[in-house]
């Protein structure tokens, strides 16, 4: 048996949803351990072109079971919507291949109020919230303050439950941010439309799992978001508020017992950045705009132009690390087909001393970004399917990525399609 997770190593936004795709093919089960709607995996197959937001990647392969582990941020409502919208394509979802474990806590409507009420208290010194509630959602879950999906078969005691959760949650609203109550009603509607809709869904996962593994079959563990977004190795504050690394997978999926194998980690050919704080190696200007149109670099859930820049030695090798990273996928190296030179940065001068360890949070900020350039290759790629057959040029930018990182580069990506990979 051979265990696989497939996680961001830079600030996510990396392709990990198209390497799931793909790698579906040799898997039984895919599983999201952490993470809620706030980002999107954008995946392109036979079947045409996805973002999804909640739901695990392989949901396109027949036979593959799919799983919302525990340690998901669950908001019914957006997975509903995301469940109808998947479908109307023409794509099957039923009990059989998307599982929800009933461990894993509700993200109700206030949630997102709270995100954007703080947000706006925060003004200038913004985090950069995607405003789909996952702070809250993550700090109440921590404090016990949230509604377990299983709960949904035991409305006596859920009702009594939901109750004391109301009345707490409404002295935050109003007394803090004078913001308007919720109602116990309010509430009960919201569940009432889509509770019932995602029941069928909701069972004993790490049962499953662990049923699964036992058989023999091989496990596919997604992560969202990335290394630098992580909760407590990210870049401090401006992180996520779970974390994104591959050895929090056996505690967010539900199976704490699972062995993983590999550990994939999906780099981007250059570097992108969502949302607020540090950016070492950013690019501006024009430079900045001609590599986010070739990249298409805007944020599939918020649809927000993506902050770019240079691939980052620094901050990649550090994120292998926080991974532990066996293999890269290398992800977009088609788009830098534009490019005469190509810029890398291998280090950071901070203060008087340069730099090729990731520094401490508080000081990125005053960090510099010291640039190689390599030549480039200035010709279509997106047809090459094997090593050998790609530019000298783009071959020797693999490489010194490669050497650089102290990790072997595996899969590289030139074309967002599942066919358009190169294994070397």
């Known amino acids: 048996m051979s265990n696989c997770a497939i996680v961001g190593i830079n600030w996510g936004d990396e392709g990990k949803g198209r390497m799931v795709d793909l790698f579906t093919e040799s898997y039984d089960v895919v599983v999201r351990y952490q993470g809620g709607g706030n980002a999107g995996h954008t995946v392109i197959n036979d079947k045409g072109k996805f973002a999804l937001h909640l739901l695990p990647s392989g949901i396109f392969r027949d036979g593959v079971v799919n799983i919302l582990g525990n340690g998901v941020a669950l908001d019914l409502e957006s997975l509903w919507k995301e469940i109808e919208d998947i479908t109307g394509k023409g794509v099957s979802i039923t009990s059989d291949n998307l599982k929800i474990s009933d461990r894993a806590s509700l993200l109700f409507p206030w949630h997102k109020d709270l995100d954007e009420l703080e947000e706006l208290r925060l003004k200038d010194k913004k985090y950069g919230s995607t405003k789909q509630g996952i702070a809250p959602f993550y700090s109440d879950k921590y404090q016990k303050k949230t509604i377990l999906a299983g709960e949904l078969f ?59 593994s036992a058989s023999g079959k091989k496990i596919l563990f997604e992560a969202q978001l990335g290394s630098l977004r992580d909760l407590d190795y990210g870049i401090h504050p401006y992180t996520t508020s779970s974390n994104t690394t591959a050895a929090y997978a056996p505690i967010g999926s539900g199976f ?60 990649t090798s550090y994120g292998i690390e926080v991974q532990a990273a066996t293999e890269i996928a290398l992800t977009k190296l088609d788009v830098l087909s534009y490019m005469k030179k190509i810029p890398v940065c291998t280090s950071y001068i901070v203060g008087e001393k340069e730099v090729t360890r990731f520094p401490f949070p508080a000081l990125l900020n005053k960090a510099k970004p010291v640039i190689k350039y390599l030549d480039g290759w200035e010709c279509d790629i997106t047809g090459v399917r094997k090593w050998e057959d790609l530019p000298k040029a783009a071959r020797d930018y693999v490489l010194f990525l490669e050497d650089s990182l102290s990790c072997k580069i595996k899969y590289i990506s030139v074309g967002p399609e599942r066919e358009s990979i190169i294994v070397k």
Do not use: Q
């Open 256 to 315: 704490p017992g699972a062995k993983i194998d590999n550990v994939v980690g999906v780099v981007k050919a250059y570097s992108t950045c969502v949302g607020e704080g540090p950016f070492v190696s950013e690019m501006f200007g024009d430079e900045a705009d001609k590599l986010r149109e070739a990249g298409l670099e805007y944020g599939a859930k918020t649809g927000r132009p993506r902050r770019v820049g240079a691939m980052d030695i620094v901050a």
């Open 154 to 212: 035991y409305p006596e005691a859920l009702k009594e439950h939901l109750k004391d959760i109301t009345e707490w949650k409404n002295l935050t609203l109003t007394k803090v941010y004078g913001a308007k109550p919720y109602t116990e009603k309010d509430i009960y509607d919201w569940l009432e439309t889509y509770a019932e809709k995602i029941k069928p869904f909701i069972c004993d996962t790490g049962e499953f799992l662990k049923a699964a």
